[in-house]
């Protein structure tokens, strides 16, 4: 993992956020680009006004990244930098940058939020995650940083996950930490739909993809999914949790477990996200 790409809006979820990017950075002995969108003012008069604001939000746009450019130049000394300014919407030029570039990850905080605010985060991390080709981290703004002595990979014991979870193994190599298989067992279906063989049969598979780590299985049974592995993280301690990309309501039931309510939100865990339709 060479590449890492960290968008940034300067806040202090951001801030947050990027000292796991820093960290994560020095064990992968990866570069950062850090990657900043600023809005084009909509024209709503004939008034010239909105080429004033323009130039004020890139002059803003660049102070910004100077400092925290300056301060992780300074705390980081062996890490390389990269800044990239940009005007538009932020969902979009992620992409478009992705798209032209060749990075390994994209690191980037989700904060709490409400209202308005709420829907645009939501927004832009879920477009991400949709459109992204390489895997996307996500950092919840209580998170201060720890070292990853526990990644769990959320599973369904399916064999077309082994793809995806073998990425794992350079994470495990670089942390030297403890592997977990998380399955819910979903008891509203009255039954168990992965026989033991099935099992067995996906154990091995996963072994073999990790070069001979197996991990360990914990089995929890639960009505909901997404909620029940939200609890199980709160509950345990996980530095990492990762999972493949199943479809978007699943995702942002992750982020935003409380999404249907006018209350703080985030991923319980940092959050590493492998995008299972794209290649």
């Not at 990017?21 to 006004?49: E, G, K, M, N």
């Not at 990244?65 to 990269?82: E, G, R, W």
């Not at 072994?207 to 709160?234: C, M, W, Y």
């Not at 309501?249 to 703080?264: E, M």
Request: proline share 5%.
């Amino acid at each position: 993992m060479k590449n890492i790409l960290f968008p940034t809006d300067f806040s202090d979820c951001a801030a947050n956020a990027l000292e796991h990017a820093c960290r994560i950075a020095l064990h992968f002995r990866s570069s950062i680009t850090l990657l900043h969108v600023y809005p084009i003012p909509i024209a709503a008069s004939d008034v010239p006004t909105e080429l004033i604001i323009a130039s004020q939000f890139k002059e803003d746009a660049e102070k910004g990244m100077a400092a925290i450019k300056a301060h992780a130049v300074q705390a980081y000394p062996t890490l390389s930098f990269q800044t990239i300014i940009t005007a538009g919407d932020a969902s979009s030029e992620i992409s478009y940058y992705l798209k032209e570039n060749p990075c390994d990850i994209v690191i980037m905080g989700t904060s709490g939020a409400s209202g308005l605010k709420r829907l645009a985060v939501g927004s832009t991390a879920t477009h991400v995650i949709q459109h992204a080709h390489i895997p996307v981290m996500v950092i919840p703004s209580h998170r201060h940083y720890q070292e990853i002595k526990h990644i769990v990979i959320s599973s369904s014991f399916n064999l077309n996950e082994v793809e995806y979870i073998k990425n794992v193994y350079e994470w495990y190599k670089a942390f030297n930490c403890k592997l977990s298989l998380l399955r819910i067992d979903d008891v509203t279906t009255f039954q168990d739909d992965v026989t033991a063989e099935q099992v067995e049969a996906f154990m091995l598979k996963v072994k073999q993809a990790l070069n001979g780590v197996e991990p360990s299985v914990v089995v929890v049974s639960g009505t909901d999914v997404p909620h029940s592995i939200i609890d199980f993280v709160r509950h345990s301690q996980v530095d990492l949790l990762v999972t493949v990309h199943q479809h978007r309501s699943f995702i942002a039931q992750l982020i935003f477990p409380s999404i249907s309510k006018d209350i703080a939100f985030h991923p319980p865990a940092p959050l590493l996200i492998f995008n299972r339709y794209k290649k």
